[in-house]
């Protein structure tokens, strides 16, 4: 089971008189098996600035979070586990899925844009999924003939679909979906 560990670092409040807080800043990062490991050096790392930065830890379960995230302005690889809990979490945003293949020219072409959409168009979820043989169950339910394909859906359904690197095609249809 993976932990991720949340590390909170919070300044030393001011003193009454000004009355005012800082924000508190948080840092996270993810970790596998060590745990005492990871919380003793970050043990260690507190204590060494303890005059300045108060510290604690909370340790929480893969279970206790929220899923898979995505990055706003990336591209997110899925897989047949997170395609549909991203686009579930996604709710009333446009999510466009690139369906590609290691092998595809034409998806190897097309991928430089697809990723420069996604800086563009902040607003916009911005997914693709390799259709290899552990991906093919998901491949097979999304209805795929033909790589690259670009699924363009909202509110979890597939509303716009593109064959082929067609570029101008896939803003065109994005546009549409974000629009409706």
Not at 139 to 166: D, M, S
């Amino acid at each position: 089971m993976a932990l991720q560990i949340h590390h909170v670092c919070r300044p030393i409040p001011p003193p009454p008189s000004t009355g005012s807080r800082s924000s508190w800043p948080t840092k996270q990062f993810t970790i596998g098996r060590d745990v005492h490991r990871s919380v003793a050096s970050t043990k260690s790392i507190a204590s060494k600035t303890r005059k300045n930065v108060r510290s604690s830890v909370r340790v929480r379960s893969s279970l206790e979070m929220s899923g898979p995230t995505v990055v706003v302005g990336q591209v997110t690889e899925v897989d047949k586990d997170t395609f549909w809990p991203i686009v579930n979490a996604a709710g009333d945003k446009t999510v466009v899925l690139d369906m590609y293949t290691q092998w595809c020219g034409p998806c190897k072409i097309i991928a430089p844009k697809f990723q420069e959409l996604a800086e563009k168009y902040l607003d916009v979820v911005f997914l693709k999924l390799d259709c290899n043989q552990e991906n093919k169950p998901l491949a097979k339910e999304l209805g795929i003939k033909v790589v690259p394909t670009f699924k363009i859906l909202k509110h979890g359904k597939i509303l716009k679909e593109v064959t082929g690197a067609k570029f101008d095609s896939v803003v065109a249809a994005m546009e549409d979906v974000r629009s409706s």
